[in-house]
């Protein structure tokens, strides 16, 4: 089996989850900018944190045989500083042309507030002017309905935006229509409580179909699994779907969305191991 | 999948998860009347399970969910809880 993890923290995973990983078949791994666990202090410390996805981190998968991609951006739970947030988001644009950026992102909402949402229009509007994949944070719990709606509201009142260039993450049962009626591509993050589970997430891909949908671990530091989407792979091969169905759902279902950005290649050589 | 599928796959796993509900309403139970507006909320998305309702996943996260579309004045948590509490008290 062949798969790739669209959306995995791999700077808070140790380098054995990489060894799994590529056991399991996965071809890359995409990192989107989050939330370290406690606020930074700083613009600096994110200006770091950049140079740790666009650096460090390629480097440190490639040695464990696996391509490693990211998504830059201002998480949701630190946007309630507005002034911080405009010191951040000037940082970004000169990231956005290092090799393994896809876009801007995980941008969107926690909380709901005005500011996360000014923050996030704002982050948009970078996107858009610089032409960059998006890939938005939907909210937790109780907060993922209304704040689904919030960020689909914001990307409809913009002309210039590409639904088709644009996933929204963490999707269940209750916001999935939502998103895939706008045109844009949902994204169910498979998690051991929260979110949906590998169970679900079937259940939502015979109910949807399975057009413009992939899955992710979204693994942490909190509790998750980095072999997630293989293990959703088994579930659905368990109800008797074809290799062909998963495939689609699990390999080329994110390459086809990733590609939109040139460089999401996948190497020829399974194996670029960098010293 | 047949209906046989289904339960040959997931019976065992749901049944567990029955129980394991039906536990924790028994625990809230003893703690007494439903106070907190989380057990309000469970106790309302319960009944979800034993209706006629399709779609039984997705009710229950509306049930759960904050139904307004007014953006918080500012953020005093980062944290969910899983439950709406209610529209803020003016």
């Not at chain 1, 989107?32 to 930074?40: I, L, Q, S, T, V």
């Not at chain 1, 950005?261 to 194996?271: A, E, R, S, T, Y």
Request: proline letters at 7%.
């Amino acid at each position: 089996m062949r798969y790739i993890e669209p959306h995995a923290h791999m700077v808070s995973r140790v380098t054995d989850d990489y060894d799994r990983m590529v056991l399991a078949g996965c071809q890359a791994v995409c990192e989107p900018a989050f939330w370290a666990g406690f606020d930074r202090s700083s613009a600096a410390g994110f200006y770091d944190y950049f140079r740790q996805l666009t650096d460090h981190e390629p480097r440190r998968a490639a040695r464990h045989g696996l391509k490693h991609f990211c998504w830059l951006g201002l998480n949701s739970k630190e946007a309630e500083d507005v002034k911080l947030a405009e010191e951040v988001i000037g940082l970004l644009p000169q990231f956005l042309d290092r090799p393994n950026v896809l876009g801007i992102g995980e941008i969107g909402l926690n909380k709901n507030s005005r500011n996360e949402l000014r923050v996030f229009e704002m982050q948009v509007d970078l996107a858009v002017r610089h032409g960059q994949l998006i890939l938005v944070h939907t909210p937790h719990l109780e907060d993922k309905l209304k704040g689904t709606r919030l960020i689909l509201d914001v990307l409809k009142n913009d002309p210039r935006l590409r639904p088709e260039r644009v996933i929204i993450d963490h999707v269940e049962e209750h916001t999935v229509d939502l998103v895939l009626t706008a045109g844009l591509w949902a994204g169910m993050t498979l998690y051991p409580e929260t979110k949906c589970t590998p169970a679900r997430a079937v259940d939502i891909l015979e109910r949807y179909g399975r057009e413009r949908l992939w899955l992710n671990s979204a693994c942490d530091w909190g509790r998750s699994d980095p072999l997630a989407v293989p293990k959703t792979a088994v579930e659905m091969k368990k109800r008797g779907h074809l290799a062909a169905f998963v495939d689609e759902v699990v390999f080329q279902n994110p390459l086809k969305f990733l590609q939109q950005c040139p460089k999401f290649v996948l190497p020829d050589d399974p194996w670029p191991i960098l010293v | 999948m047949t209906q046989p599928q289904v339960l040959d796959l997931y019976f065992l796993a749901a049944r567990h998860q029955l129980v394991e509900l039906a536990a924790f309403l028994d625990r809230l139970d003893r703690t007494g009347p439903p106070a907190d507006f989380r057990a309000r909320a469970f106790a309302d998305a319960v009944q979800i399970l034993g209706g006629s309702e399709k779609n039984k996943a997705q009710a229950v996260l509306l049930a759960l969910s904050d139904p307004t579309l007014e953006p918080l004045a500012a953020a005093a948590t980062k944290a969910a809880c899983g439950a709406w509490p209610g529209p803020a008290e003016p």
